[in-house]
Each structure stands twice: as structure tokens, then as C-alpha cells.
């Protein structure tokens, strides 16, 4: 990557804007459910404090239209206040005469967090007075928030256009630095495994990795488009028909470019989503009254088979519903095959973050990317827009 890291940076006594994603799940308590997003961010953070910079940190968390108490930022500041085991100090703005003292107030070594960046309408417009204001408090940017560069919104663009020198932090560089590798000069066999609901979540990911890829796994809610379009019964499982043309077009490329793509042999089905394991059939052929909600055995062993003989696997969704533990087995079983695989191990997306934690093998792993839309656009060949503003090495 041939952008500035904080490495380049003299961030003594200088004030410093970290855009972080701290996107993490909460309960109906407020706290968090699974705090990897927070952890992956802290070499950086820690560096930044331990060099002298007067740190503020700036994250969103969920899609709230206003300000609301169920998507503060305060459940993490605690968190980080414990986890650094020094004190946090939580600003309840971005801007302003409250932010301004918040920040200026900062000893070298000292950080806060600010609260929610979508409480600010501002923010996801970009708008360029919004970051002028947020920028007038600083002296460096970094971005260490790789899941959500691929937005264009003020925190992750439009500030950093404000400085002479807008850097990368550590997990950014990792991030671009494993998903590059994959994508450009991957480890050979290279196999890449797919899932999820939707057809139209992954369908340009699939088409751009055929090339680059030795085999596609397929599993997921998705799966059952693609066979659909090769004429199997998927029964009432979830089907995409906004992208069955896509999909035949994928297939027949794939075929022209000698690469394989998997799909499904067995599977197990139910009649809803709420079945319980005494209702839960594994059957080949789907019947036209049951819907699919997880992949089979014979399916597990033949996709596990593939990544054991991998050199480079890249794991992107869940075989199936995971979060229902009748519906588990599939997405829990690879995870364990991610664990056993002796090559470079690379899991990217919320829901296959929360299955690895599940399965408890993320220590095994060579890299866990906390980007669900960022490294699926990535994946994709776009550019992500909270990469491109950084600044160039010199």
C-alpha cells in the first residue's frame, strides 16, 4: 500500500483525529456483545498514546437518523478505559466550542472518544463545512476504520482532505496488506468460500475472483439461486430471482475459465426457521413444502476436503443460519476446517467473525478482517474511497 502510516508521523504533543470502527454489536443492556472490531484497533491506538499524541478517537456505531441512547459510543469508552487501563474521556459532540475544549484539554498520552458520528446528519453527507469544523481541532488524521473506507462520508473523506498528511493506521495496512495479497498474488490452490443470504450481496465478488481463484465454495441462503439456475428443486428456500441472469452468466464463465464453483449436494431443511432438531431433515432433494437453512454433512466434508489441500483459503458469510443451533453445524464445521488448514487463513464479514468467535478458533487464523462492506468492495476490484483521499508516500 503506498499510502503514510503513523510510522511516518511525528505525533508528539500534536493532536490527532483517529477515525476508528468501534461498529460493535450491543444488547439490550448496552453492552457489547463481541468487542473484536475495538481490540483490532488497539496496536494503533496504544502506539499513537505511547509516542505522546493527544489522542481523539471518532467512530459510528449503527444507522441511527438522530441522536439516540441506544447507539452511544458511552458503553465503549468504558470498555477502552478498561482495556488501556487509563482514563477515557467521552465528548458528547464532534464540533464546537465543548469539542474544541474536550480536545485542547488533552495531555500527550491523554485520548477521548467521541460520541456517535451518525447522531450528526452532516456525516454520511460529507459535508464539507461539517469536516472543515471537525478538522480546525487537529493537527494529524489517521484512519484505521478499513470497514468504513469504502463510505464517503465526512469522518473517512472529507476530513482527511483537510490535512497535508492523512495517514493509515496499523489495522488498515494489515487489512489492505492481506486482502491485496489474496486478490493480487494469491497462494496456490486458493480457495475462496461464500455465503450469506443474498444473491446480490456477493455476485460481483464471485465474478471478479473467478479469474484469480482455484475454486469457489458456495453455501448460505445464496446458494439456492445458484442451483436454481442449474435447474435443481430448492424446495421454498430463499431465492434471488433479480439475479438469475447474473448468476448463469458467472457459471458459464467459470466454465470458460476452467475454474470450479460448489454448490451445495445436501442440505438440511425444515419447515420454518424456528424448527426444532426433531423437525430438522438432511435430504439431497429438497422438497417443494421445506425451506434450506444450512448445508449437509456431505457437503461439509467435501468443502472441509478442499480447504485441508489449500495454500491460501478467504472465508466471506455463513453456510446457513447459523445463530440457530439446530442450523450451526455447517458454518461451525468449516470454521473448524479454517483452524486445520496449514495454508494462509484470511475470514472477513460480521456474521463470519461471530462464527469464528463461536467456534473459537480466531487464534489459529492468519488474519480476521473486520470489513463486511469494505472488503466485499474490495474483493470486488473498487476503490475505496477512505484509502484513496490518504496521503501518498513521498
Known amino acids: 500500500m503506498n499510502k503514510i502510516g503513523i510510522d511516518d508521523l511525528d505525533v508528539k504533543n500534536k493532536k490527532v483525529f483517529l477515525r476508528v470502527d468501534f461498529n460493535v454489536p450491543l444488547n439490550d443492556n448496552q453492552a457489547i456483545v463481541d468487542t473484536t472490531r475495538i481490540d483490532r484497533t488497539l496496536p494503533t491506538i496504544k502506539s499513537l498514546l505511547d509516542r505522546g499524541a493527544k489522542l481523539a478517537i471518532a467512530s459510528h456505531l449503527g444507522r441511527p437518523e438522530r ?21 477515557v474521556r467521552f465528548s458528547s459532540t464532534i464540533h464546537g466550542d465543548s469539542a474544541k475544549l474536550a480536545v485542547n484539554s488533552l495531555a500527550a498520552g491523554e485520548c477521548l ?12 453527507k460529507n459535508d464539507p463545512e461539517f469536516s472543515k469544523k471537525i478538522a480546525s481541532n487537529f493537527d494529524l488524521y489517521v484512519n484505521d476504520a478499513f470497514g468504513a473506507s469504502h463510505r464517503k462520508h465526512a469522518s473517512t473523506y472529507g476530513v482527511a482532505e483537510c ?32 455465503g450469506g443470504a443474498k444473491v446480490r450481496d456477493k455476485i460481483k465478488v464471485v ?17 439456492y439461486s ?15 430471482r433479480d439475479s438469475l441472469k447474473i448468476i448463469e452468466k458467472t457459471l458459464k464463465f467459470a466454465e470458460a475459465e476452467h475454474k470450479k464453483i ?29 425451506i ?4 449437509g454433512p456431505l457437503t461439509t466434508e467435501a468443502y472441509s476436503n478442499e480447504i485441508a489441500n489449500a495454500s491460501q483459503v478467504l472465508w466471506n458469510g455463513p453456510m446457513g443460519v447459523f445463530e440457530k443451533p439446530v442450523f450451526s453445524l455447517g458454518t461451525l464445521s468449516i470454521a473448524k476446517a479454517m483452524q486445520d488448514c496449514r495454508g494462509t487463513t484470511i475470514v472477513g464479514g460480521g456474521d463470519s467473525i461471530l462464527a469464528i468467535n463461536q467456534a473459537k478458533v480466531g487464534a489459529s487464523l492468519s488474519h480476521i478482517s473486520t470489513g463486511g462492506g469494505a472488503s466485499l468492495e474490495f474483493l470486488e476490484g473498487r476503490n475505496l474511497p477512505g484509502v484513496e483521499v490518504l496521503t501518498d508516500k513521498r
Open 292 to 295: 434450506a437453512f444450512d448445508i
Open 163 to 194: 490535512f497535508k498528511d492523512a495517514a493509515a493506521g496499523y489495522l488498515l495496512h494489515k487489512e489492505l496488506s492481506y486482502l491485496g495479497q489474496a486478490v493480487t498474488n494469491p497462494k496456490r490452490p486458493f480457495i475462496v468460500i461464500l
Open 113 to 124: 472518544l467521541f460520541e456517535n458520528l451518525r447522531f450528526f446528519p452532516e456525516e454520511t
Open 67 to 87: 441522536a439516540d441512547v441506544k447507539f452511544s459510543l458511552a458503553p465503549v469508552a468504558r470498555y477502552l478505559a478498561n482495556i488501556l487501563d487509563k482514563k
Open 207 to 223: 465474478f471478479n475472483l473467478i479469474s484469480k481463484t482455484d475454486i469457489i465454495l458456495i453455501g448460505g441462503g445464496m446458494a
Open 226 to 240: 445458484f442451483l436454481h439456475v442449474q435447474g435443481k428443486e430448492i424446495g421454498k428456500s430463499i431465492l434471488d
Open 262 to 290: 460448489m454448490l451445495p449436494v445436501d442440505h438440511k431443511v425444515a419447515s420454518n426457521i424456528n424448527a426444532n432438531i426433531d423437525e430438522v431433515k438432511v435430504v439431497k432433494d429438497i422438497p417443494a413444502d421445506l
